[in-house]
């Protein structure tokens, strides 16, 4: 694999590349912190360079607009704000069934028990809020430009802030 760089200063932190990802050493554990713009598929391993993968960086995959899938392991039990911002291809986030803190559904990233909204993908045109979800959660559906229809059940009893901002096709 890949090694820091011998001229690397002691005080920065290395970051390591495998295929269109970015990883940052975060102590004991590894975050994914970027993705090239052209991937257009990921899956995220969880395990890189003997380390568990267990975060998703602040805008990791922002502005990522071929990007159409994604999965992300069980491993990885945080998500930073803004992670798959303005990814205007992104169709599915899937997550592993065990993950202890997230799960999918119709290719959209929910909290674990299915009752928040957390994120869904820019690229999908319509969308069908499952009946076990409460609360749609900041800036779910941002810049989903592409979303011209979305079925939101009575269940739902809160909406965050920019929630559907830069929702066009609505």
Do not use: W
Request: hydrophobic letters at 30%.
């Amino acid at each position: 694999g890949d090694t820091p760089s011998s001229s690397m200063n002691s005080s920065e932190t290395p970051e390591y590349s495998l295929a269109d990802l970015t990883f940052t050493l975060q102590g004991n554990t590894y975050a994914v912190t970027d993705c090239d713009e052209s991937a257009t598929e990921i899956l995220i391993p969880p395990v890189y360079e003997s380390f568990p993968v267990t975060n998703i960086g602040y805008r990791a995959f922002a502005d990522c607009t071929s990007l159409t899938s994604i999965t992300i392991p069980s491993s990885v039990t945080s998500i930073g704000d803004e992670a798959f911002f303005c990814c205007t291809s992104l169709l599915s986030i899937e997550v592993s069934l065990e993950n202890p803190n997230y799960s999918s559904h119709e290719g959209a990233l929910l909290n674990k028990n299915k009752t928040t909204i957390i994120t869904c993908p820019g690229g999908k045109t319509t969308y069908n809020i499952p009946s076990s979800v409460t609360s749609i959660g900041d800036s779910a559906f941002d810049s989903c430009t592409s979303l011209a229809s979305i079925t939101i059940p009575s269940s739902v009893t809160s909406i965050g802030f920019f929630a559907f901002a830069d929702c066009s096709s609505l």
